[in-house]
């Protein structure tokens, strides 16, 4: 199955509402900047590099809204639409990674005397180029990665990091992806992921329609399967990845890490180099993001908690790099140990 989930059409960005999937296939259509802060904030669209294209198409959204005339009056508002769209979700380093790319190409424009309409255009040419370099960073990584999923392999793979997460094709679910379409005999145990049951949702979906082997599972039957030798390699996704390599992903990613060390299985974390934060240290200066209570307490609109019953939500968590094998980039994968590896592998980026 390949779909892009985010794209631009005639002036607003346009997504597959992915809250109410499997069960109906929409499109939400978003025309203004807190609309833009709301279809991220309200997982309309998720996944980090989802989440970053969007991001950068409310930067365009931002630019087409002003109605300055002068260029560097257009950046003073693109900088306060940067501010709000940076607001809507703290975890994922590719939101900000985006609209920073989108702010800087306005500000070199207007340092060499561009009209804001010759920005307004070429903000929709970076946004259009950011999406498009995904799909392409996507496959590079499928492809480096796929040489770690032996014949036979039962992967283990936690929330969802596919087509859905992506513009196009997918992190870790692209490596599953690619592996299935080199012709190996793969099979994957596919996480459930509460709360938003990414796993079952939108994971079981994508592999369905590809015609990929899988077993739904609940979160909570990894540790058994793994010590009965059921499981070859768990691969995950990050929303961040800090310099020495503690990577913040989907809650319940730790727990995976801790049992596969303990069962002797390699753990992978995979994800493009803009997911890669060398600014922070570590893992502990990862912002994590709380959702709201209704995420435990419902499923879909049955209640099965208490009313007023306390909650405590977590969307990440932060797996210690001691735990990982290795992560895997568009620029190789990276080994321990992590603060060279993935220095080297961000500015390999740059270059490229
Ligand atoms: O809350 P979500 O669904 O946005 O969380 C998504 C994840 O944790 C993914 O694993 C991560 O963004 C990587 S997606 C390629």
Not at 33 to 62: H, K, N
Not at 94 to 123: H, K, M, P, S
Not at 215 to 238: E, P
Request: glycine residues 8%.
């Amino acid at each position: 199955m390949s779909n892009r989930t985010v794209w631009w059409d005639a002036g607003k960005v346009a997504m597959i509402d992915q809250r109410l999937l499997p069960l109906d296939y929409r499109i939400a259509v978003f025309g203004t900047v807190a609309e833009v802060v709301f279809a991220i904030r309200d997982m309309v669209v998720r996944g980090a590099p989802a989440i970053g294209a969007t991001a950068a198409y409310g930067m365009v959204i931002a630019g087409q809204a002003s109605t300055a005339e002068d260029a560097g009056d257009l950046v003073q508002d693109l900088r306060r639409a940067k501010v709000e769209l940076d607001a809507a979700r703290p975890t994922a380093v590719n939101l900000v990674w985006a609209t920073a790319r989108l702010l800087d190409a306005a500000e070199r424009l207007a340092q060499t005397g561009a009209t804001a309409d010759v920005i307004r255009a070429a903000l929709l040419a970076e946004a259009g180029q950011l999406a498009d370099e995904d799909v392409a960073v996507n496959r590079r990584i499928a492809h480096i990665g796929a040489e770690i999923i032996p014949d036979h392999a039962h992967i283990l793979h936690h929330c969802n990091t596919g087509s859905l997460a992506t513009v196009d094709y997918g992190t870790a679910l692209g490596i599953v992806r690619a592996s299935h379409e080199a012709g190996k005999d793969i099979h994957v145990w596919v996480d459930e992921t509460r709360p938003r049951l990414q796993g079952a949702r939108l994971t079981a979906w994508e592999l369905m329609a590809d015609g990929i082997p899988m077993h739904l599972i609940a979160d909570n039957a990894a540790g058994l399967l793994m010590r009965q030798g059921k499981v070859d390699v768990v691969l995950f996704g990050a929303d961040r990845v800090a310099a020495n390599g503690d990577v913040a992903n989907k809650i319940g990613s730790y727990k995976l890490a801790v049992l596969a060390r303990e069962n002797g299985i390699p753990c992978y974390s995979v994800a493009p180099t803009s997911t890669i934060d060398l600014d922070l240290p570590d893992g502990d200066a990862i912002p994590i993001e709380e959702r709201g209570p209704e995420e435990v307490t419902m499923v879909g609109d049955v209640r099965i908690a208490p009313v007023n019953v306390p909650v405590y939500n977590p969307a990440f968590d932060v797996t210690p790099h001691r735990y990982l094998t290795g992560i895997i980039t568009e620029q190789g994968i990276c080994y321990p140990p992590f603060t060279t590896s993935l220095r080297r592998a961000v500015h390999a980026a740059a270059r490229a």
